[in-house]
């Protein structure tokens, strides 16, 4: 079964009804008919977090989150193996820490990773990209 990494870049997109909504729904409807597997890391899921509380409410970033944790995406803890791959990427430079951990789980399960952000192009000969 092939294995999908979202990013808080397609979460937020989905969640905030941006441009690319639509194909991450599409991900998401697959995922949950069981032909796709989805993850995302924790610390990626704090970032779906804190950008919500800043922009709207705490409130709504529980809401955000109480909603993907509903969804058919396994939420993996940064483990010390994932720590240290996203530390790895984030000594190249040029990536976010928090984007370094999307980044790491998709090397590590093989996975493609599905981002719009553009930081990612860093290490895009690292990982395979599905691009917003």
Known sequence: MDSKILDSYALMA???DEPSADVVEGILIAASEGKIHLA???VNLGEVWYSTRRAISPEAADRYVMQ???MSIE???ASWEISRQAAVYKSIG???YADCFAAALAKLRNAELVTGDKEFKKVEKEIKISWL
């Open 14 to 16: 989905f969640l905030q």
């Open 40 to 42: 995302v890391c924790a």
């Open 68 to 70: 993907i944790q509903g």
């Open 75 to 77: 939420v993996v803890d």
């Open 94 to 96: 040029g990536i976010s």
